[in-house]
């Protein structure tokens, strides 16, 4: 009798075994190095918080266009055009912001500092990158 119970529990293993290995989990293989060098180059932003530019970033401050330079030693230069109204007075600036970057797969992170700025996911020719306040910024190249 201890020899059927036993066979009874071998063949469930079995079984079990059986359907593990039949089961299949996708995964991803990502070559992180490859996919930071295709983010290198430059892109336009193109649309913050879901408006194509110029585009309202704050109380009286508008976008009016904005440049990522991507580059290959790791860095990120930002050059935006904006333009702030104060008493009926509009003020055209330029702002120029910079760090490090990161791709942290399935993300591209922007660095300022040891804090992230923005990240997001990214395509071929794009990036869709958030904030820590949740505003979105699309670039494109």
């Avoid at 935006?80 to 993300?107: C, F, H, I, L, M």
């Avoid at 996911?121 to 494109?140: C, H, M, Q, R, V």
Wanted: charged fraction near 15%.
């Amino acid at each position: 009798m201890k020899s059927i119970v036993g066979w009874r529990s071998l063949s469930g293993l079995a079984s079990a075994a059986g359907l593990l290995s039949c089961t299949h989990i996708p995964t991803t293989v990502v070559d992180v190095p490859a996919e930071a060098g295709r983010r290198i180059g430059t892109y336009a932003l193109v649309s913050l918080a879901g408006v194509p530019l110029p585009a309202t970033a704050g109380a009286g401050t508008t976008v009016i266009s904005s440049q990522l330079v991507v580059a290959k030693d790791g860095n990120w230069t930002e050059v935006e055009v904006n333009e702030s109204t104060a008493n009926g007075q509009v003020t055209r600036a330029t702002r120029t912001d910079a760090g490090k970057w990161a791709v942290q797969y399935p993300s591209f992170v922007l660095f300022a500092g040891a804090t992230p700025l923005r990240s997001g996911p990214y395509g071929p020719d794009s990036l869709a990158l958030t904030n820590e306040k949740g505003l979105k910024y699309i670039y494109k190249r």
